[in-house]
């Protein structure tokens, strides 16, 4: 590993806004002009919080740098849906888009859908599987599908498509399923989208089946230690996001006296924006990246925006942000070659 | 049972206007790819061009169709004509934040969702677009397309009405769950025979209440499905006389479903082919039929039907003198199954071909070009046209699908618009903000009696 580890980059979750489109749009133009890399679109079921997906999409075509990366349920979801969703994002966003994979333990979600509850080891299989599913309808269709051969009449080249033929594998938990494929929309513009995933779920999901990892300690001191040990199984060729609850001393109010507790077990930062500043550099030395969960969107929005994160752009700690850019440049993923291209377009012995 | 309670007038009472609508279609062989001037039917660019020349023409609303399977011929996918689509939802959503009134209609099939989880996602789109949203519903029975599902085909062909009738309501209930604007929300109960759905739903209503709900779907089931719930019906009767039948038909229909004689709109699909001139519009249309069946997609037009290869055939031949192969046609091509016997429709086929004069080429667009639902003519005549449709209420207006994209709606909106205006039949204005309010419906109300029985299933 680098001595000067790559500079790293900074994820905000977006939860608190978007029951509307003008409190969206206000709130993720902040974040951008903040200098976040990411926006991250929380779908958990709760009162008034619309459709994730939905939410990023709406942000889309009002943004230039930010990937957007809304949270995607795979158990109780058909998984050829949530492909071409999340495809038809990475078209609205330009190449921006990623996603949050989800597996909830949830009655209430198995009781919408009238099927029976998934728990355990089985929430990492419907994961897997919805990964698997969305990854081969991806490369379903080669890059250079679309011919428009004007002599020939041909607007596609057939054997540029491709069946994905998936079947969940043996010794699946859950009801077993089939997604014959191709997609319904051609290859996303970034080829795959990264795929993030909760270190939760990791064993049943392989480290090669995704993309980066959310990382969660339940204290701040032992966030650092926790990314040390998911960066030790995954290998350095998958990002580790640290995932940090945040409260800052704004407007005259001390952080402690603004809020009082935090859900989902998260560890947490409460102080000044300076304290933070410095939390952060300690953390970005361990961590690829940094998801901050503020306690007040607009409130702490604006004192990460005033104060932090250009204290961090002045220690040098955060990737530049690119115009235009996609999500995969955040992460320093290549754009990938779809996997059925490879096995015909390589000559024999040319291919590994 | 949901009963709307409003006014229910046994009067049909004509509003002297016609709205327009635009249909991006997609996948066919309607949109041209051909010319030098034809864009990218998948980027965003595409969608936000149209979807803007709409909103500056007042069009009531943007619609999508959905994509649940590659259309195939001869058993591969089908490469002739225009394929690969978005999301329905996921692109309304992006043009929600790039247009400010014009109503957001996602196709979505009830056959491969599930009611709670639609609900939530249409209800989603409803309160981001500050109450745009519609849902045009569809439905699916043939195992082919549920090869892409965890279902499977599970569904045969004479339950898909009820089956979507049961989902439609469930939705409904799900978003009349919330006692006030504000909440709370009630339990929905629903136990069929295809899904259970138990759900507490999670989102408050929108500025229209609730999406708008367009069908289409021409059987009496269709139309009685239409009377019973929907909002708007897409027909496939613009031709005046066929139109007018069609109203008093649904009309009866609305009635007898104890909705009232206004209750549904009706918009037919519809295609036009506009010029300065006459003369000129019918030079129009020759250059939009070449491009639109081209001479490969002739040939495979009848393959389809006689179920093989016919590429040795002269497009501007006669059609082929040799029998079809399978005993019924397999119209693979979409979520269609045509199942009229082969060697029947090929006889009959090469008998109007002969008696017409007609080559492969110009039989199959005779078949497939939308005849009757083709405006052609300058902006003025089509324009007088469209206001005597207006005056008798003939339709409430017309789903366009544009041939060129994206381009394709600027000829309607640059000139025959102005027309309309001008004759007193088209908006000068969006009437509100909401796609509810656009098109004139009421908002549904419910009593107390109707709020509890909508909860307890």
């Known amino acids: 590993m680098s001595t000067f580890p790559r500079p790293g980059f900074l994820a ?84 921006r888009a990623g996603w949050i994979v989800a597996a909830a333990e949830s009655p209430e979600a198995a009781a919408a859908v009238g099927r029976s509850s998934v728990t355990g080891a089985a929430l990492g299989q419907e994961a897997a599987a919805s990964i698997e599913v969305s990854r081969r309808l991806w490369d379903s269709w080669e890059d250079d599908a679309v011919i428009r051969d004007v002599p020939t009449g041909r607007y596609i080249d057939v054997d540029k498509l491709h069946y994905a033929d998936f079947e969940t594998p043996a010794g699946f938990a859950g009801a077993g399923y089939s997604v014959k494929g191709p997609s319904i929309i051609p290859r996303p513009l970034q080829g795959q989208l990264p795929v993030l995933v909760p270190a939760s779920l990791l064993g049943e999901v392989s480290a090669e089946a995704v993309d980066a990892v959310l990382v969660s300690a339940p204290s701040a001191e032992l966030l650092a230690a926790e990314v040390r040990d998911v960066r030790a199984r995954v290998g350095a060729g998958v990002a580790t996001i640290a995932e940090l609850d945040v409260v800052l001393d704004a407007r005259g109010q001390a952080a ?57 752009r002045r220690r040098g700690l955060l990737r530049p942000v690119v115009q235009d850019g996609t999500f995969r440049d955040v992460l320093g993923l290549e754009r990938p070659a779809s996997r059925y291209a490879s096995a015909t377009a390589a000559p024999y012995g040319a291919g590994k | 049972m949901t009963q709307h309670n409003r006014a229910k007038s046994d009067v049909f009472v004509p509003s002297g206007q016609i709205q327009f609508g635009v249909f991006f279609q997609g996948v066919n062989s309607g949109t041209i790819w051909k010319a030098p001037e034809s864009g990218s039917q998948t980027d965003f660019e595409s969608f936000r ?53 014009i109503g957001l209609v996602a ?100 500025a229209q209440y609730r999406p708008v709900l367009f069908q289409a779907g021409d059987s009496p089931e269709g139309r009685n499905f239409a009377a019973r719930q929907a909002d708007v019906i897409f027909s496939a009767h613009p031709k005046f006389d066929a139109a007018v039948e069609f109203r008093k038909d649904l009309v009866e229909r609305s009635i007898g479903a104890g909705r009232g004689a ?57 059609l082929p003198e ?40 110009r039989f199959v667009t005779s078949k497939t070009a939308r005849i009757d639902s083709t405006f052609t003519g300058s902006y003025t005549a089509v324009a007088d046209q469209l206001a005597e449709y207006a005056r008798v209420g003939a339709v409430d207006g017309f789903n366009i699908s544009p041939w060129l994209i994206p381009t394709g709606l600027d000829d309607i909106v640059n000139h025959l618009v102005p027309e309309l205006q001008e004759r007193g039949v088209y908006p000068t204005e969006y009437r509100g903000s909401t796609l509810r309010e656009h098109l004139g419906l009421e908002t549904p109300e419910r009593t107390a009696a109707e709020a509890a029985e909508a909860v307890r299933a």
């Open chain 2, 322 to 361: 040799i029998d079809p192969v399978v005993e019924e046609t397999s119209e693979t091509r979409g979520s269609g199954f045509h199942g009229a016997k082969a060697r029947q429709l090929a006889d009959q086929w090469r008998a109007e071909a002969k008696d017409k004069g007609l080559s492969i080429r």
């Open chain 1, 12 to 95: 905000i979750e977006l939860d608190g806004a978007g029951r509307d489109g003008a409190d969206l749009t206000r709130a993720v133009l902040a974040a951008e002009s903040a200098g976040f890399h990411v926006a991250t679109f929380s779908d958990a079921p709760a009162p008034g919080r619309t459709n994730a997906l939905q939410r990023a999409a709406f942000a889309g075509p009002v943004t230039r740098t930010i990937a957007l990366v809304p949270e995607v349920d795979t158990v109780y979801t058909e998984p050829f849906h949530v492909s071409t969703q999340l495809a038809s994002l990475d078209y609205v966003s330009l190449g």
């Open chain 2, 262 to 318: 206004n209750a549904v709109q009706i918009m037919p699909a519809s295609e036009f082919i506009l010029a300065a001139t006459a003369e000129e519009a019918l030079e129009k249309k020759d250059w939009v039929r070449n491009l639109q069946i081209g001479p490969q997609q002739a040939v495979a037009y009848l393959e389809q039907f006689w179920g093989r290869e016919l590429s040795v055939y002269d497009p501007d031949g006669p």
């Open chain 2, 107 to 206: 196709t979505q099939n009830t056959t491969y969702n599930d009611p709670a989880d639609l609900a939530h996602r249409l209800a989603s789109l409803d309160l981001i677009s500050g109450g745009r949203a519609a849902w045009n519903i569809v439905t699916t029975d043939n195992a082919w397309t549920g090869a892409n599902f965890r279902r499977g085909g599970y569904l045969d062909h004479a339950d898909r009405y009820k089956h979507a009738e049961a989902f439609v309501e469930t939705a409904k209930r799900i978003w009349d769950s919330w006692e006030t604007p504000d909440g709370p929300a009630r339990r929905v109960l629903h136990e069929g025979q295809h899904y259970t759905v138990d759900v507490t739903p999670l989102l408050p209503r929108s």
């Open chain 2, 49 to 101: 061009r149209i979807a803007q020349t709409a909103e500056r023409g007042l069009f009531a609303a943007f619609f999508l169709g959905e994509g649940l399977r590659l259309r195939e011929h001869l058993g591969r996918p089908h490469a002739l004509d225009v394929v690969g689509r978005p999301d329905a939802q996921t692109m309304l959503a992006a043009l929600a934040s790039v247009t400010e009134n």
């Open chain 1, 256 to 312: 402690g006296s603004r809020v009082a507790t935090f859900d989902g077990g998260r560890a947490a930062f409460a102080g000044s924006a300076a304290g933070l500043a410095d939390f952060l550099a300690s953390l970005l030395a361990e961590a690829d990246g940094v998801r901050l969960h503020p306690a007040s969107l607009f409130i702490d929005l604006e004192e990460l925006s005033r104060l932090v994160l250009p204290e961090l």
